[in-house]
């Protein structure tokens, strides 16, 4: 799911990603996003990747932190 949050003009696409946990497989999604949409992105691009350490309280005081710094897009990585 990809919400997109306060399009504005500058120097390059602000993506924010919230990733649950620390794992090797959600790294691996992490590092796939960021290769697939840096292939097909015409603009440059600044990825703030942060983690949320197993915590629901820190990845949702990160959501709102990524949404305060106007990020353009923001990418939740899910887990189930």
């Known amino acids: 799911v ?21 794992h090797r497989a959600l790294s691996d999604i992490v590092r796939g996003l960021k290769e697939e949409v840096a292939s097909v992105s015409k ?3 600044t990825f703030k990747v942060m983690y949320a ?6 990845q949702r005081a990160i959501t709102q932190q990524l949404i305060r710094d106007r990020c353009d897009v923001l990418v939740p990585i899910g887990t189930t």
Request: proline residues 10%; neutral net charge.
């Open 53 to 58: 350490q197993g915590d629901l309280n820190l």
């Open 43 to 45: 603009r440059p691009l």
């Open 2 to 22: 990809l919400a997109f949050c306060f399009p504005r003009q500058k120097e390059s696409t602000v993506i924010g990603v919230v990733v649950p946990m620390e």
